[in-house]
């Protein structure tokens, strides 16, 4: 049962990054500093990402501000900024302790929320952590084996 889940977050993962991907490229004129893709991305502290922003990398950590959204497709990530558009998050291990202004939907093996969220979290994965530092304003919708 556990490698279909985990078989099922994988197959997930990649049809996430074949949509966003897929759309990316069909846009008229490619808009520069919304993709970042290697090993591993870091978002510093003091950058803040005007535009939206697309990332797939084996360890994303994003500790400054993503002002139009954010889509994010790793092993681990770690979000510790601001992220004050949508946040699309696919991950095996996936943190979200920063402040989220608008919707959050995430996909993860395991996932930890202990950030601030102004709106709704819907959320699927294997294993859900919810930590005494978390506030959700919003509705938490989440799947998660019984």
């Known amino acids: ?10 197959i997930a993962f990649i049809l996430m990054m074949t949509i966003s991907i897929g759309f990316a490229s ?3 004129k490619p808009i520069s500093g ?7 991305v870091t978002i510093g502290q003091s950058e803040v ?5 697309l990332t797939a990398a084996a360890n994303i950590d994003v ?21 004050e558009g949508d946040l699309t998050v696919m991950g095996a291990n996936v943190v979200l302790s920063g402040k989220f202004m608008n919707k ?5 093996a395991n996932i930890i ?13 294997a294993r859900i952590v919810i930590a005494p530092t ?13």
């Open 104 to 108: 959050v939907k995430a996909g993860a």
């Open 34 to 40: 919304n993709y970042r893709f290697g090993a591993n």
């Open 49 to 53: 990402i005007p535009e939206g922003l």
């Open 26 to 28: 069909s846009v008229d």
């Open 134 to 146: 978390a506030v959700i304003k919003g509705d938490l919708l989440y799947a998660a084996p019984t």
């Open 1 to 10: 049962m556990k490698r279909g889940r985990i078989a099922l977050v994988g």
């Open 63 to 83: 500790l400054g501000t993503v002002k139009k959204g954010l889509q994010a497709f790793g092993a681990n990530i770690q979000i510790q900024g601001n992220i």
């Open 113 to 125: 929320l202990s950030g601030t969220f102004e709106n709704g979290v819907d959320i699927g994965a």
